[in-house]
């Protein structure tokens, strides 16, 4: 979607990539053949210059993303990468490739978090599940000490959620136009990654959508959404209510099977039924 806005201030474009299968077998033998779920990249754009946030994990992805962002024609100054789950950053190298002029850039907990992810085994891991498809190259965003960068004299100011679906996530702020791009801590109708969490953990993801709340957004772009849901700012109370479902349904339910019935139930039109999502990756 792109916000309206007035003069001089930015605007926005959503990118999703769809679902797509993953070689290999379900960690539980419920829920639909083994897949990853749909993702975002966004793209914040003035007259002359843009920002985009998340890079796809996949070639094919990256590469689809790159030129939807050359359609905009503008200066792509920064690519600004939320967390540190791979399938938000292995295409970085791609986009740099495309678009040399650009720097990327990350917390530096967030660029900590993701150097798991260009060793083995994870890396090889990830070339068994998508053949083909990872790139040669993968390289990591350059840690970024403020807590605010710029567009066209715009602040886009990014807030630090501690844990959610991963360690040291981030949502990016641009109050402008009361744009937030969160990342991973807010799903949009797609079955949320609650399968590496703890209670404790839980709880500090079910605070996070409150701080967001509290900005008064008027789009809130998920990190995983289904494709051609709305942005909108009823996203965050979603994913808290998720979250406490799954969370009472844990304490409660006899069996995973009957966790992931319920939760099915509870959430029949979100995408990406994925047994991994409710109790974790299949293992290298």
């Known amino acids: 979607m792109t916000a309206p806005v007035a003069s001089n201030t930015p605007s926005v474009n959503v990118f999703t990539a769809p679902g797509k299968a993953i070689v290999g077998e379900r960690p539980k033998p419920f829920g639909e053949p083994l897949g990853f779920d749909p993702i975002t990249s966004t793209l914040i754009f003035g007259e002359h210059d843009a920002v985009l946030v998340d890079a796809m994990g996949t070639v094919a992805e990256a590469e689809a993303l790159a030129d939807w962002v050359a359609l905009h024609n503008r200066n792509l100054q920064i690519i600004y990468i939320t967390h540190g789950h791979f ?13 040399p002029g650009a720097r990327a850039i990350a917390t530096p907990k967030t660029v900590e978090a993701m150097q798991s992810s260009f060793v083995p085994p994870l890396s090889q891991f ?3 599940l998508f053949p083909g498809q990872v790139p ?3 390289v990591s965003p350059e ?8 567009l066209e004299g715009q602040d886009l100011r990014i807030i630090e959620q501690g844990r959610t679906d991963c360690p040291d996530s981030t949502s990016l702020y641009v109050p402008s136009i009361g744009l937030i791009v969160a990342g991973d801590v807010v799903y949009n109708q797609c ?3 609650v399968g590496d969490t703890t209670p404790e953990s839980r ?12 900005l008064g957004p008027a789009i809130v772009i998920a990190g995983h959404k289904k494709p051609g849901a709305a942005d909108s700012p009823s996203t ?28 099915t139930e509870l959430y029949p039109p979100w995408v990406a039924h994925q047994s991994w999502l409710m109790f974790g990756f299949p293992q290298p």
Not at 87 to 99: C, N, Q
Request: aromatic share 14%; charged share 30%.
């Open 87 to 99: 399938d938000h950053f292995y295409g970085l190298s791609v986009l740099l490739d495309r678009f």
């Open 126 to 128: 990830a070339r068994q």
């Open 136 to 138: 040669t190259k993968l």
């Open 143 to 150: 840690p970024y000490e403020g807590d605010t960068f710029t």
């Open 191 to 193: 079955h949320m990654y």
């Open 203 to 214: 709880r500090n993801w079910m605070a996070a959508p409150d701080r967001l709340a509290a």
């Open 236 to 263: 965050i109370p979603d994913t808290k209510r998720y979250l406490e479902d799954f969370d009472r349904l844990k304490k409660t339910a006899t069996s995973d099977q009957h966790v992931f019935d319920q939760m």
